[in-house]
């Protein structure tokens, strides 16, 4: 049962720094698996924000490339997203996904998907 859990989200001034984390569980080969993380904002339409193939190779969304960072950690089966010089418009719920690289390239235009398995989201506040 595969199974993704996010953590690490809350309020932050403009200008600070959050990191999010994605624990997996259920996967019998995680490092062969694309990662991303989307987001949701109240009354928008989710959004691809940054995508990690199974090579390491990183792709962002326009509005947060040069701020946010992908990565994983395959030996503890975790996904983070480092979000450096936060603004109010990313404000959202933030959520990780993950499956099987079945594609040539996952990226954040086609994460939604691509991507089967998604957490449950968390929260992320800036002002």
């Known amino acids: 049962h595969v199974q993704l859990v996010e953590s690490g989200g809350g309020s932050v001034q403009a200008g600070g720094s959050l990191r999010l984390a994605c624990a997996a569980s259920?996967?019998?080969?995680?490092?062969?698996?694309?990662l991303g993380w989307f987001r949701q904002a109240p009354g928008k339409e989710r959004e691809g924000v940054a995508a990690?193939?199974?090579?390491?190779?990183?792709t962002y969304a326009d509005s947060v490339k040069g701020r946010f960072t992908i990565s994983k950690d395959n030996a503890k089966n975790t996904l983070y997203l480092q979000m450096d010089g936060l603004k109010p418009e990313d404000t959202a719920m933030y959520y990780c996904?993950?499956?099987?690289?079945?594609?040539?390239?996952?990226?954040?235009?086609?994460?939604?998907?691509?991507?089967?398995?998604w957490g449950s989201g968390t929260q992320v506040t800036v002002s």
């Open positions: 996904a993950a499956d099987q690289c079945l594609v040539g390239r996952v990226v954040p235009g086609n994460l939604l998907t691509y991507l089967g398995y």
């Open positions: 259920g996967y019998t080969y995680y490092s062969s698996y694309c």
């Open positions: 990690i193939d199974s090579d390491r190779t990183t």
